[in-house]
Structure formats: C-alpha cells, structure tokens
C-alpha cells in the first residue's frame, strides 16, 4: 500500500483509535494535541455494541478490562436516600445493556491505552494546534500555532464537539454545525469520599425538583465522580459558560442550593475539585463529513451528545469504518494512478454513506421536545411519579434506561475490512 502523510488533530480516544489503525496500515501518522501532553482527565466512559466489537478487534479487550471501573448497577434514590428503583449491570452477554454495562472506564485511562501501543508509531506533538489550512494540488497546507507549516495528503479532525478543524473546513461567514439542546448543562468533577463499610460500586441518581439532578460514580475506594445535570433558562448560566471554571461553579451552587439529597456537601467539595468541566450539551449535525482533503471523526463530525450513551462507541467506531474505507480505497496502483491520494474522495464518500445510518439512529429524536431531557420532571408530584414508575420498571426487571432512554438498539451491522486484519 501506498504510504499517506496524515495529519490527525486531537488526540483524544477517537484521535488515538484512528491513529492506530492508521498507522497499522502503514502510513506516517502525525498527531497535533493543545494540550501540552496526553490529557488523561476525564470522568466515566462506557462501550457499547459495536464498540465492543472495534475494541476487540484493536486487541484492547484484556488491557480495558484491567483497567475497567467495576460498576454494579444504576441506583435511584429520593432525598431522604431511601432506594427507589435499582438496575443492575446485564453480565448474560445478551441483549441491551442498562445505564452500567460491562465496559466501564475512566476517559484517560482508555487514552492512555491506546497511546501506550501507537507512541512510538506515531508522531505526537504536543501544545500545538492548526491555526489554518488551505487545500491545494491535491495536498492540505497546515499552518500551525507556534508557527511552522508543513503538508500532508489529508487531515483529519478528531478534535471534539467544538472542533476548531470543522470551523476551518466550513469556512468563514457558515454557521457551525454545533446545535446546542436548549438549556441543558451538565457539569462533571470528581471529590474526595472514601468508601465506606458495605458501600458497593453503584451510579446513584437522584432527581430534583425544577428540572434538577445529581449523579455520582464511584470508580476508585478514595473519590466519587458528581454529575451535575440542569435544564435552565438562566441568563447567568450562558455567561458562566465563556467565563470560565470559577463563575461556573458560582452558578452551579446557586441552581442546585436547595436541590436537597447531598447537595450542600457535594457543592461544598465542588469548589476544590481541580478535575471540573462544564458543558452546554448539544449535538453536532452535519451534511457532509469531509471537503476534498479533509475528513471529521468522532464528537467534531456527528457528537450524539451524553443524553445517547453513545458518544464514545460513535468515536471508536467511526475512526474503525474510515480507516477501513482509506484502506479499502487508497494506494492500490491503477491504470494512471499518480498519487497515494487516488481514491481518497471515494473513501472519504463510502465511510460517510456506510456510518450515517447508525449515527442518524443515535442522534434521532435528540434536541426535540419528544426526549427525555427536555421534559425533566420540575414538581415534587412529577419526581415521585417518575421515581414510582422507575421502581415498578426495576420490579419487573425491565430495562426502561437501555430501551427508552439510551441508543444502544441501534439496528447496524459492523463491515468487516480485511485491509484492516492483514495489516
């Protein structure tokens, strides 16, 4: 096969996973991160589905389970902490899983292992980012940050939901294909709790009045990850989101201040964590997923938004289908064939046709008023009616979290590349 120059920005776990397969197939592999080494932050992220399938398929199986957060299940409790519903991890390795599935890790410790194998593979640099490109004689010219410029047969933008890559490929004066869900934040950060005699590795939910509720993770005997999801109208909360961690965490404190449960400690606690982010949730909806030389992978290209449970699995998954479709399509000599690059558009337009159906099925129904999020319970009477139903759901053992809330049912066969196998 023809060896490719490729320029990967972001070196998140889609990053990583497209660097993998990227460089299996034997072409130089560059990957930009701002951040000024690996980020390995992060709070819980799960698979799914297919994405089980690509993380076997990698060889990751036995190095994600040992690293895996043993989560036993999704807990609903009321303010006075008493159990009102409880949905354990589906083990039998049928059918959809719950809130909690059999693949649970810490962001950075997927990050991590992924990059572990390809570090040496693959370039990194570091505290660098794209400042411009502009696409040419078949190639991309990519100005960076600190100044240099280099080119590359294509680019790839892994750079999540706010990606700076998608803005450059549209262009200046097109809107941006982020669309926010109206009034939804969610702020992530984890505390200091040591466990506690009997405490089991349980996702607790509580839900609150006036479109409120706290979620906590534990994934290690010294802290607890806290969730902290609103649907709010606040003027000050779309401020606080360009005015950095110390305003949003004002604000968070003032919305959740009388939510009830643990609230006070865990808003107390809040202001000392170092590991914080807040977002405003939203989806990322696009046409087309590539112009020319340039291609979006993951959160940048179709991020489904935490409300799917799906976001990681979409990341994996996709980086699987496109390096397939470049290995499929690119670097195989024909009648006139003069560059490594021929063929690339017709990859590019393949991972686009063959993905689209599975993402417009994750993200279907997301950001109307239909969902879930957008009609979270606001009185006491709705709270308990939704803990009551929750309850009678568990009781039965049905999965409400897999089948009604969650896009894990996503009807969708994995391709199978050989190009990829024999690499």
Same mark, same amino acid.
């Given at each position: /096969? ?7 920005? #972001? ?21 930009? =991160?701002?951040?000024? $080494? ?19 398929? /990698? ?9 895996? *957060?043993? @989560? ?22 049928? #059918? ?44 991309? @010219?990519? +100005? ?12 790839? %933008? ?41 405490? =089991?590795?349980? !996702? ?36 606080? +989101?360009?005015?950095?961690?110390? $305003?949003?965490?004002? *604000?968070?404190? @003032? ?18 964590? &170092?590991?914080?982010?807040? $977002? ?7 046409? !087309?997923?590539?112009? #020319? ?16 449970? /799906?976001?990681?699995? !979409? %990341? ?7 390096? %397939? ?17 021929? #063929? ?31 009609? /979270? ?8 009616? *939704? ?13 409400? *979290? ?5 896009? $894990? ?9 050989? &190009?990829?196998?024999?690499?």
């Amino acid at each position: /096969m023809a060896q490719m120059k490729v320029l990967i920005s #972001g070196a998140g776990i889609t990053g990583n996973a497209l660097a993998y397969w990227l460089s299996k197939l034997g072409h130089d592999v560059t990957v930009v =991160e701002r951040f000024p $080494e690996l980020r390995t932050t992060g709070l819980q992220v799960d698979l799914r589905g297919p994405g089980v399938e690509v993380l076997k398929l /990698m060889g990751f199986d036995q190095a994600f389970r040992a690293k895996s *957060v043993p @989560e036993q299940g999704f807990l609903i409790v009321d303010s006075a902490n008493r159990r009102r519903a409880y949905f354990g991890v589906n083990k039998s390795g049928k #059918g959809l899983q719950s809130f909690t599935t059999e693949y649970e890790i810490m962001r950075g410790d997927l990050c991590r292992i992924m990059y572990d194998v390809i570090k040496d593979k693959v370039t990194f640099r570091f505290g660098v980012s794209i400042d411009s490109f502009k696409q040419k004689n078949n190639e991309v @010219e990519v +100005h960076f940050t600190d100044g240099t410029t280099d080119h590359f047969d294509f680019l790839v %933008g892994a750079d999540g939901m706010g990606s700076n890559t998608r803005k450059l490929m549209l262009g200046p004066g097109v809107q941006d294909a982020l669309r926010p869900v109206k009034g939804a934040y969610t702020a992530y950060f984890t505390i200091p709790r040591p466990i506690q005699k009997g405490e =089991e590795y349980n !996702s607790t939910f509580y839900l609150a009045t006036g479109r409120r509720a706290i979620m906590t993770r534990r994934h290690s005997p010294q802290e607890i990850q806290v969730y902290l999801p609103c649907n709010t109208t606040s003027d000050r909360m779309k401020q606080a +989101h360009r005015d950095g961690v110390d $305003e949003q965490k004002k *604000v968070l404190a @003032e919305i959740f201040d009388d939510a009830g449960w643990e609230a006070k400690d865990i808003l107390r606690d809040m202001f000392n964590s &170092e590991n914080f982010y807040c $977002e405003r949730l939203g989806l990322v909806k696009l046409d !087309s997923w590539f112009n #020319g030389n340039v291609a979006l992978v993951g959160d940048a290209a179709y991020c489904p938004s935490p409300l799917t449970g /799906m976001g990681t699995t !979409s %990341g994996l998954v996709g980086a699987y289908v496109l390096a %397939g479709e470049i290995g499929r399509h690119c670097g195989k000599p024909k009648d006139g064939a003069k560059a490594p690059t021929d #063929g690339l558009d017709v990859a590019f337009k393949s991972y686009d046709d063959k993905f689209r159906p599975f993402i417009d099925q994750v993200t279907h129904g997301v950001g109307d008023d239909t969902i879930f999020w957008n009609q /979270m319970p606001s009185s006491a009477f709705a709270v308990a009616l *939704v803990n009551l139903i929750l309850g009678i759901a568990a009781f039965l053992r049905l999965n409400v *979290v897999g089948n009604w809330i969650l896009k $894990e049912n996503v009807k969708w066969t994995l391709p199978n590349y050989d &190009e990829l196998m024999r690499s």
